[in-house]
Nanobody, 127 residues
Framework: QEPLVESGGGSVHVGESLTLSCVAS????????LGWFRQSSKGEREGVAQ???????TITESVKGRFTISRDNAKNTLYLEMNNLKSEDSGLYRC?????????????????????WGQGTQVTVSS
């Protein structure tokens, strides 16, 4: 069983909304810093948002005010609510968890700090 499984992606138009989910299994979800990353068609990876065990969040500047990250520890599920989507938001969205012992997130949204990754869910935003 995969440790992180994303869902909720799809094809939408500019201005529409999507909510992504990431279900975790096999590790103590509630004790980890969690994040969302996206990879463009050109292969460029960008940190989108992260949330720590105290629900403190970091959101990358390009999506502030439009995206919200949240977690439901009872359901072992991480969410990314995306509103007012833009074409540049298109990409493969992957959730990730930091290693054991890292309940707090670093100030920077660095992919190299995350050890467990999902396969991703595709988001396509067209005009």
């Amino acid at each position: 069983q995969e440790p992180l499984v994303e869902s909720g992606g799809g094809s939408v138009h500019v201005g529409e909304s999507l909510t992504l989910s990431c279900v975790a299994s096999g590790f103590p979800f509630d004790l980890r810093c969690l994040g969302w990353f996206r990879q463009s068609s050109k292969g460029e990876r960008e940190g989108v948002a992260q949330i720590d065990i105290g629900n403190l969040t970091t959101i990358t500047e390009s999506v502030k005010g439009r995206f919200t990250i949240s977690r439901d520890n009872a359901k072992n599920t991480l969410y990314l609510e995306m509103n007012n989507l833009k074409s540049e938001d298109s990409g493969l969205y992957r959730c990730a968890a930091r290693p054991s012992g890292y309940g707090w997130c670093d100030e920077q949204l660095g992919a190299t700090k995350f050890a467990v990754w999902g396969q991703g869910t595709q988001v396509t935003v067209s005009s």
